[in-house]
């Protein structure tokens, strides 16, 4: 099943290498991975999706927190949550499948961003299954280049990680 885990840390050099190391000595998959600073200067927020059963997930967590510049660690699927991604696609756009191209687009309720003689440039953002379906109802084969940002989540109402 997947997971999304965030983890709020002390941000300082070296952090994010030691939860990646983690990962990689106990040879745990991330799927994706994103990190950025938080409203507190000397906190970063990092948002990371991998597979795993229950009991693989709260050896995880047990992990993380053994970290010393781990301050919280909250899995955010068991919980309720909102999810986002953001996908930028170069999508092969020629003659008639132009049109094809842009209605699709618009039923994903994405923007062509940057528009050539023989290609579009796609920006969506949703759900990653939402993405996922964009990419199969385009079809793989008109796919020239793709580039995902990584799951960004957070908690329904008033519940914060660092509260």
Excluded at 8 to 16: D, Q, R, S, T, Y
Excluded at 83 to 102: N, P, S, T
Excluded at 104 to 112: E, K, S
Excluded at 125 to 152: N, Q, T, Y
């Amino acid at each position: 099943m997947r997971h999304i885990i965030a983890v709020l840390l002390e941000n300082e050099p070296g952090a994010l290498s030691r939860v990646v190391g983690l990962f990689a000595q106990r040879n745990y998959n991330i799927a994706s991975l994103t990190v950025a600073p938080t409203e507190d200067e000397t906190l970063s927020r990092l948002t990371l999706t991998t597979e795993g059963d229950d009991s693989k997930i709260e050896q995880i967590i047990k992990h993380l927190y053994r970290l010393i510049e781990v301050v919280k660690v909250v899995d955010l699927s068991g919980s309720d949550h909102v999810e986002r991604e953001l996908m930028l696609v170069k999508v092969r756009a020629v003659g008639g499948v132009r049109e094809e191209v842009k209605r699709t687009t618009d039923i994903f309720r994405g923007q062509i961003i940057d528009v050539s003689v023989d290609a579009y440039t796609v920006q969506l953002s949703g759900p990653s299954r939402k993405l996922d379906a964009f990419v199969r109802a385009i079809g793989s084969e008109m796919v020239l280049e793709l580039v995902r940002s990584g799951v960004s989540g957070i908690a329904r109402g008033v519940k914060v990680l660092n509260g």
